[in-house]
T-cell receptor
Framework: GAVVSQHPSRVICKSGTSVKIECRSL??????MFWYRQFPKQSLMLMAT?????????EQGVEKDKFLINHASLTLSTLTVTSAHPEDSSFYIC?????????????FGSGTQLSVL | KQEVTQIPAALSVPEGENLVLNCSFT??????LQWFRQDPGKGLTSLLL?????REQTSGRLNASLDKSSGRSTLYIAASQPGDSATYLC??????????FGKGTKLTVNP
């Protein structure tokens, strides 16, 4: 099946630094990728939809200037948390679906646990 | 706005028991309903996907049903094993491809 790779799996950083998370589709091209965030004991919440070659679409309440998304190629989308603060500590996970397949089967990366000190 | 609720939030059962996890959604205009498994600190594993036109799907010891009219889905796990211990998430997908997740049910199967 399709594989989505996400790195790093865990990152600890100081408050005020920026953190980049990569999401790669290893064996298919993905024009669209999705970024989710999960706080402890909460549900996964969609943050933004990443579109190759165009601007990302952000969900209501998500700061686009804080969470920078770049989908520069058909196999790579990056999420950069700028000037991270402790309240940004969360589990971030990306997903994508292969082209030519009905948009029902999303494949997920393994997620990134971000801890901001 | 779609809202997905999962009951119970946590469940602990002895090995071998059959169990049912419940999921409800507020907007019946869904494209499909999916069940995932999430292990601590890890990503999601897709378990079952039920199209809006289907009533149920089966995979091994897992059976998921869907009742769109009542906004409910259930995941049935037969003969539970300790390896089934994980958090189970259901998610409703609308026409925009977006998945709306429930908070999950944390399952513990005791040997």
């Amino acid at each position: 099946g399709a594989v989505v790779s996400q790195h790093p799996s865990r990152v600890i950083c100081k408050s005020g630094t920026s953190v980049k998370i990569e999401c790669r589709s290893l064996d298919f091209q993905a024009t669209t990728m999705f970024w989710y965030r999960q706080f402890p004991k909460q549900s996964l919440m969609l943050m933004a939809t990443s579109n190759e070659g165009s601007k990302a679409t952000y969900e209501q309440g998500v700061e686009k200037d804080k969470f920078l998304i770049n989908h520069a190629s058909l196999t790579l989308s990056t999420l950069t948390v700028t000037s991270a603060h402790p309240e940004d500590s969360s589990f971030y996970i990306c997903s994508a679906y292969p082209p030519g397949v009905r948009r029902e089967k999303l494949f997920f990366g393994s997620g990134t646990q971000l801890s901001v000190l | 706005k779609q809202e997905v609720t999962q009951i119970p939030a946590a469940l602990s059962v002895p090995e071998g028991e059959n169990l049912v996890l419940n999921c409800s959604f507020t907007d019946s205009a869904i494209y499909n309903l999916q069940w995932f498994r999430q292990d601590p600190g890890k990503g999601l594993t897709s378990l079952l996907l039920i199209q809006s036109s289907q009533r149920e799907q089966t995979s091994g010891r897992l059976n998921a049903s869907l009742d769109k009219s009542s906004g409910r889905s259930t995941l049935y796990i037969a003969a539970s094993q300790p390896g089934d211990s994980a958090t189970y998430l259901c998610a409703a997908q609308g026409g925009s491809e977006k998945l709306v997740f429930g908070k999950g049910t944390k399952l513990t199967v005791n040997p």
